[in-house]
């Protein structure tokens, strides 16, 4: 079995930072891209921020300049540090990755944590 894990999320004042984090574990052979996607109350899940295996890294224009994605490859670790938050990224931040697991070596499967919720006040 193939777990994700996320942890960080809170209450936090408009302006404020919270880092999250996502460990993945299990049966994995291989582990590709991660990343984290939102989803606010009643609305679809969106990207927000991905990271490759070599570092390479991708954000959505809504959060460009203010969140940044980190990842330790040797402990499975993703990472989101946000800053200057805002009321609007209120919202479950979900960990996603593609990984290899070993009952399937040879397809990527993708797989999901079970979110994370992350207020904001004004």
């Known amino acids: 079995q193939v777990q994700l894990v996320e942890s960080g999320g809170g209450l936090v004042q408009g302006g404020g930072s919270l880092r999250l984090s996502c460990a993945a574990s299990?049966?994995?052979?291989?582990?590709?891209?991660m990343g984290w996607y939102r989803q606010e109350s009643g609305g679809q899940r969106e990207p927000v921020a991905a990271?490759?295996?070599?570092?390479?890294?991708t954000y959505s224009d809504s959060v460009k300049g203010r969140f940044n994605i980190s990842r330790d490859n040797a402990k499975k670790m993703i990472f989101l540090d946000m800053n200057d938050l805002r009321p609007e990224d209120t919202a479950v931040y979900f960990c996603n990755a593609r990984i290899k697991p070993w009952s399937d070596s040879m397809h990527y499967t993708t797989f999901w944590g079970q979110g994370t919720q992350v207020t904001v006040s004004s």
């Open positions: 990271i490759s295996s070599g570092g390479v890294t």
């Open positions: 299990g049966n994995i052979f291989s582990l590709s891209i």
